[in-house]
C-alpha cells in the first residue's frame, strides 16, 4: 500500500512540477519578446557590464544586467531559449519520427530491412553522441539548420532501438496471434494493436531526449560550432560569458539557470510519464 501511494505521488509530482516549469519557460520565451518589445541585438556601449538592478550598481532598465556590448540581459535569456528550445523540441520530433517509424518496421516485419536499419542504428550509436554530432556539424557547417540536420541525423537510433525491442516483444503475444487468426492486416493490426503498447514508451523517451538535446547544442555552441553570434542561445551566451566570471557572473549564470531549468523540467516530466504510462505500475496501483 505504502509503495503504490508513493507510486501515485512520484507520477503526479513529476508531471506537473515538470510540466509547470516547461509551460513556464515556453510561454517566457515565447510570448516575453512580445510583451517586452526587446531587441536581443540592440547595443548600448556606455551600459556595458551592468549588473542586475538588485546588485551594487545596477539599474531598474536592465533588471537582470547587460552584456558586453551593452545588451540587455532579459531579451538575450528570451531570443537564446526560444532559439535552444526550439532546436531541441524540432530534433526531438523529427529524429523521434524517424527512428519510431523505422523501428516499428523493423520490428514487426523484420526481414533485410531490420537487418539494414539496425546495423545502421548500431554504427552510429558506437559514437558517443556530441562525438557524431560535431563530425556532423564539421560536414554540414554551424548553424541552426545544420544542427538541427545533424541532431536528427544523430538522434533517431535511440527511438529506432527502444521501439524495435518492445515491438519483438509484442508480436509474439496471444492477442496478437488471435488477431492473425481472424484474418486481421499487418496494417490493421499495428495501427490498433501494436502501436497502442508501444506508444507510451516512446513518449516518455521524448522528454529525456529533449533534455539531451537542449544540453548538446549548449556544449556545442560554448565552444563556438553551434549557434553563431550575434543570434543568442543559452550555450553561446554562457561562452561569452566564461571570460567574465570573475567580475561579471550573471553573463554565464543566467542562462546556465535557464538551461538548468528547462533540462530539470523535461527530466522531471519523463520521470512521471514513465511511472504514469507504466503497464505494470499502473496494474500495481489500482
Not at 510583451?35 to 551600459?47: F, G, R, V, W
Not at 544586467?65 to 537564446?80: A, E, F, H, V
Not at 556545442?220 to 567580475?247: H, K, T
Not at 538548468?260 to 511511472?275: C, E, I, K, P, R
Request: charged share 10%.
Amino acid at each position: 500500500m505504502i509503495t503504490q501511494v508513493m507510486g501515485a505521488m512520484r507520477s503526479s509530482f513529476g508531471i506537473a512540477s515538470g510540466a509547470v516549469i516547461l509551460i513556464a519557460i515556453l510561454g517566457g520565451v515565447v510570448f516575453g519578446p512580445y510583451i517586452l518589445q526587446c531587441d536581443p541585438l540592440s547595443q548600448d556601449l556606455e551600459a556595458r557590464l551592468q549588473p542586475p538592478a538588485w546588485y551594487p550598481g545596477g539599474v531598474p532598465d536592465h533588471f537582470l544586467g547587460t552584456d558586453t556590448l551593452g545588451r540587455d540581459m532579459i531579451s538575450r535569456l528570451l531570443y537564446g531559449g526560444r532559439v535552444s528550445l526550439s532546436l531541441g523540441i524540432g530534433t526531438v520530433i523529427s529524429a523521434g519520427l524517424v527512428g519510431f517509424a523505422l523501428g516499428l518496421i523493423s520490428g514487426y516485419f523484420g526481414g533485410a530491412p531490420d537487418d539494414v536499419a539496425m546495423r545502421v542504428a548500431e554504427i552510429q550509436m558506437a559514437f558517443p553522441f556530441i562525438v557524431l554530432a560535431l563530425i556532423l556539424m564539421a560536414v554540414f557547417g554551424a548553424g541552426f539548420i545544420p544542427m538541427f540536420v545533424a541532431f536528427t541525423i544523430s538522434g533517431w537510433p535511440i527511438f529506432a532501438k527502444v521501439t524495435r525491442g518492445l515491438v519483438l516483444s509484442i508480436r509474439q503475444k496471444e492477442f496478437i496471434e488471435a488477431a492473425r487468426t481472424i484474418g486481421c492486416s499487418d496494417i490493421r493490426i499495428i495501427l490498433r494493436h501494436v502501436l497502442p503498447n508501444v506508444l507510451p514508451y516512446v513518449i516518455v523517451l521524448a522528454p529525456l531526449q529533449l533534455s539531451g538535446m537542449m544540453v548538446t547544442e549548449a556544449g556545442l555552441s560554448f565552444v563556438g560550432i553551434g549557434i553563431q553570434p550575434p543570434e543568442p542561445s543559452w550555450g553561446n551566451m554562457m561562452g561569452e560569458g566564461r571570460a567574465y566570471l570573475s567580475n561579471a557572473w550573471w553573463l554565464a549564470t543566467l542562462p546556465g539557470i535557464g538551461l538548468m531549468a528547462a533540462a530539470l523540467g523535461a527530466n522531471l516530466l519523463s520521470d512521471g510519464l514513465q511511472v504514469t504510462l507504466s503497464p505494470r505500475v499502473r496494474t500495481s496501483t489500482r
